[in-house]
C-alpha cells in the first residue's frame, strides 16, 4: 500500500438531533477496503477550513471521517459569522450536539467501508463535548479531548438549561479510553483544571492518558492561528493516531499496514 494515499472528501447530509438533517463534511480513502471511523466536532468558532483540513488528515491516514456541522440550523453565512451568532445566543445546548454526534457516528456506521469501530475527537469547546460524549452516547470506541474547557465547572452560575450538568461529574459513566491533550499555557482549561480531571479519572480507575506541552496554550494543533506550535502539535498528532491505532485498527490490518 502507497503511504500517501487517494483520498475523496464532499459534504454530505446527516440526519442529527430530533431527526433534523444538516451538513456533514466527510472524508475517506479512495482505495478498497473497509475503515475505522473518526467524527471530529469542531471548535466554537465553527465548521471552519481548518476543520475540514483535519477531516482530511484522518482520511490520509487511513479512516473514513466525518464532522457535522453543529451550527447548520442557524442558517448561511461565513463560519465567522455563524460561530458569532450562536456564541452570543450562548452556545448550542449539549443535548442537540450529542444527538448530533450520535446521528453522525450512526451515518459512519452505515456506510459500506465502515469496520464498525468508532473514534471520537473534539477541539476546544469540541474536547467538552467529546468528553461528555464518551460518558453519554452508546458505542464510541475512543475518545481524544483536545484542550476542551468547561469540563470542570469551577462557578455554578455557569451551568443552565444548555449546560446542565458538568462533563467531570459524568466521569462514573466513562465507556471508552481517553486521550487528553492540552497546553500547560491555556487559561480554559488551565493546568489545575487538567489535574483536577486527571484525578477524578483515577478514582474511578479509568483508561486514559494525558499529555500536556509546555510552551503551548489553547489550540496549539491550529495552523490558522497565532497560539500555533508546530513542534508541540506534531508530537500531539503522533499521540492521537498511536492511540487510535491501539484502539480502533484491527490487529489484522495493523499486521497488514507494517
Not at 74 to 87: K, L
Amino acid at each position: 500500500m502507497s503511504y500517501y494515499q487517494g483520498l475523496q472528501a464532499e459534504t454530505v447530509t446527516f440526519r442529527g438531533h430530533n431527526g433534523d438533517q444538516g451538513e456533514a463534511y466527510y472524508a475517506r480513502p479512495t482505495r478498497a477496503g473497509k475503515f475505522p471511523g473518526v467524527v471530529v466536532i469542531h471548535h466554537l468558532p465553527g465548521w471552519d477550513e481548518w476543520i475540514m483540513e483535519v477531516v482530511r488528515k484522518f482520511a490520509h491516514h487511513g479512516y473514513a471521517a466525518i464532522s457535522h456541522h453543529l451550527y447548520f440550523r442557524e442558517g448561511n453565512g461565513s463560519p465567522d459569522d455563524i460561530g458569532a451568532r450562536v456564541r452570543a445566543a450562548g452556545g448550542v445546548a449539549d443535548a442537540q450536539v450529542m444527538g448530533d454526534t450520535a446521528g453522525a457516528m450512526a451515518w459512519l456506521r452505515a456506510q459500506p467501508n465502515a469496520t464498525g469501530k468508532i473514534g471520537v475527537i473534539g477541539f476546544c469547546s469540541g474536547g467538552r463535548h467529546t468528553y461528555l460524549a464518551a460518558c453519554t452516547l452508546p458505542g464510541i470506541d475512543a475518545a481524544v479531548d483536545c484542550w476542551g474547557g468547561n469540563v470542570v465547572v469551577d462557578n455554578p452560575k455557569d451551568l443552565n438549561d444548555k449546560r446542565p450538568v458538568a462533563p467531570i461529574d459524568l466521569t462514573e459513566k466513562l465507556s471508552c479510553p481517553l486521550l487528553g491533550v492540552f497546553g500547560n499555557d491555556d487559561a480554559n482549561p488551565t493546568a489545575d483544571q487538567v489535574n483536577r480531571t486527571e484525578a477524578v479519572l483515577k478514582k474511578f480507575g479509568k483508561n486514559y492518558e494525558f499529555h500536556r506541552y509546555d510552551g503551548a496554550g489553547h489550540a496549539f494543533f491550529n495552523w490558522a492561528r497565532d497560539a500555533y506550535r508546530p513542534e508541540q502539535a506534531a508530537d500531539g498528532w503522533r499521540k492521537v493516531f498511536d492511540f487510535y491505532r491501539r484502539y480502533l485498527v484491527a490487529p489484522a490490518a495493523s499486521v497488514a499496514a507494517e
